[in-house]
């Protein structure tokens, strides 16, 4: 790789998450796979490891998006489906090379693997089992396609300085896209996208670009106030079509990121009913009633810059609005040419607290008690602050890890700040779902999916903030562990039962609604002191994935099961192991503090070292008392 421009960009990104990797066109790729699903979806937690396929012929990247959300498991795809009467689907494939020109032969092949996963119904390629079994069901539901079939997006992407092909090449590509074409099973415009250095620095300096957006508003008033934390302030009807330009990325014609801050839309709530009225409005002979009859959409900007009836927004949020703005824009085909105009607020501030009381006011209306929003932001206020004291705590320890807890999107994009050591919403729901309530076969897909079984579990006022830390600072650990110790990535599929594996080697308490519990405290302190440096959590996860192979041996599970760690019969089994192996070691360990003089006398060494070998000899509570026993290190 020659541009170093692209070089210091892949530099600059293996840094940022923390990647170990010295083959550099795998670098590369996972390079390419993060640009490019940072440039289609809004998802807070899109995962361009998600898209990894391997040693797969061909592909060596593929996402899967279903109305505009990264499907990654069949429970995330089901419950969409159950939940909405239309699918927007996105088949999304990339073929990443280090080369400086573009193959023919190579873009050949690569449109030929294409067409044969979405065509075939059995998979020949083990890599990519997951994503065929999900395209599957997608098919089996093409009921829903009433906006077309899914669309065919293909990303070639190499170091070239251009992207000026040749007639041959030009060739091949239409007529690989007439092949996949011929299918009949995608519609009927199919992108095929090459990138070459200038593309990819595109792609790569928009991720962190500011979120910026014209439109047209005549219909405005200005807001009169006497307040230096809000600059500006509008009110006013926006024509649909106009609005929709706030919504819609131009280039991918994806949905924008501009609904992390919406609250209501965080609780996963579900407004079927609502969304199928709003659509029926929108869509009906009386669509012009639609304006009068909706609460409207409140935007929330970093600046607003009125040029006449032009207005620019810097740094956007929709803070109110998130559901009329997903019907708008699932349906913004067919309102094209109507006459639909909706109410408008847009505020501009910097100040947090002004942000956080007009996202209360305006979600207040409906499906939120103010007190829930008062809990919410007091709550995750306060464990922003928890996690900065922690890291107060470990000044000029180099081999103390610093975690931020991301309380807003982006909050800490100007920092320099490793993206595996900030700790989202996301990240924190399934940390503590998966640790401390015994569910770690429920969050492997989509956080809004988790947040439905656990709402009523987090984020209570009561809750020990040592808890929600604890459960992110062991998470780091052990992706930081599968990162850097490429010989067990067989087993990354268990790093959520890892988190409850590490619990019970301490306890054998269930802490569900618990969160708040005076013993939850003293079992967090104690793993945090076997948390103090990477070498020691290395040992304490090693230790971990050897008592879940264990009772995957127990019970002659299949490993190579792609499903085995999704289902809730093998955390219970886990459990079950676990609790059982913890009862035999509390009782011999007994044995041995209140017995030392018949266990040094009577007891063949050989068999106490093979019981401890047993039973995982590294177990820190284990060595600690066989050592108070004994005077014997272990």
Known sequence: MKNVIIKNFLKQFKEKFEIIENDEALAFEQF????????????????????????????????????????????????????????????IFVQTKSSEHFNDTEVSYFMKHVKKFIEEEECSIKELEKFWELKNIIYENSHLFRKGNPNCIMYYANCSPSTELSQDLKDTIDDGKKSISNTGLVSDKIDFNSLGIKEIQKLYRKIDADLEAQFNFPKHVTFSYDNEKITSAYFGIVDIREYVKLLLDSETKGIKNVFEDNIRDYLGTEYNEVNKNMKDRLLGEESQLFGILNNGVTIVADDIKPVGEKFNLINYQVVNGCQTSNVIF?????????????????????????????????????????????????????????????????????????????????????????????????????????????????????????????????????????????????????????????????????????????????????????????????????????????????????????????????????????????????????????????????????????????????????????????????????????????????
């Open 32 to 91: 390419i796979n993060y640009c490019i699903l940072n440039n289609h979806i809004i998802d807070s937690e899109k995962n361009f490891n998600e898209m990894d396929t391997g040693t797969a012929k061909a592909i060596d990247g593929l996402a899967i998006l279903v109305n505009n959300k990264m499907i990654i498991n069949e429970e995330d795809l089901r419950e969409l489906i159950r939940s909405k009467s239309v699918l927007s689907v996105d088949f």
């Open 330 to 634: 699932e349906n913004i085909i067919d309102l094209m040419d109507k006459d639909i105009f909706i109410p408008l607020k847009i505020i501009a501030t910097t100040d947090e607290d002004t942000k956080n009381e007009i996202i209360k006011s305006t979600n207040s209306q409906t499906g939120l008690k103010p007190e829930q929003l008062d809990s919410l932001n007091n709550f995750h206020r306060m464990l922003e602050d928890f996690y900065y004291s922690k890291n107060s705590l470990i000044v000029g320890d180099d081999t103390r890890v610093k975690l931020y807890y991301e309380r807003r999107l982006n909050q800490y994009r100007n920092e320099n700040i490793p993206q595996t050591k900030i700790i989202n919403i996301s990240k924190q729901i399934k940390s503590v779902a998966s640790m401390f309530l015994d569910n770690p076969h429920g969050v492997s897909g989509h956080y809004g999916t988790v947040m439905k079984k656990v709402k009523d579990d987090i984020f209570k006022p009561n809750d020990k903030a040592d808890v929600y830390y604890i459960s992110a600072l062991l998470l780091y650990y052990v992706e930081s562990f599968f990162r850097k110790n490429k010989e067990y990535k067989s087993v990354s599929r268990m790093k959520w039962h890892i988190l409850m594996t590490v619990k019970y080697l301490y306890t054998k308490k269930d802490f569900s609604n618990k969160l708040e519990s005076k013993e939850i405290l003293k079992v967090c302190k104690k793993i945090e002191d076997d948390l103090k440096d990477e070498e020691s959590a290395n040992r304490l996860i090693v230790n971990a994935i050897n008592k879940i192979n264990g009772m995957i041996e127990e019970k002659n599970l299949d490993i190579s099961d792609r499903k085995i760690f999704e289902r809730k019969e093998t955390t219970e089994n886990l459990k079950q192991f676990l609790l059982c192996n913890l009862e035999v070691l509390v009782w011999f360990l007994w044995i041995i503090t209140h017995h030392k003089t018949y266990t040094k006398n009577h007891i063949d060494t050989t068999s106490i070292w093979f019981f401890i070998n047993h039973y995982n000899r590294t177990d820190t509570l284990m060595g600690l008392t066989w050592s108070k026993a004994t005077g014997m290190r272990v």
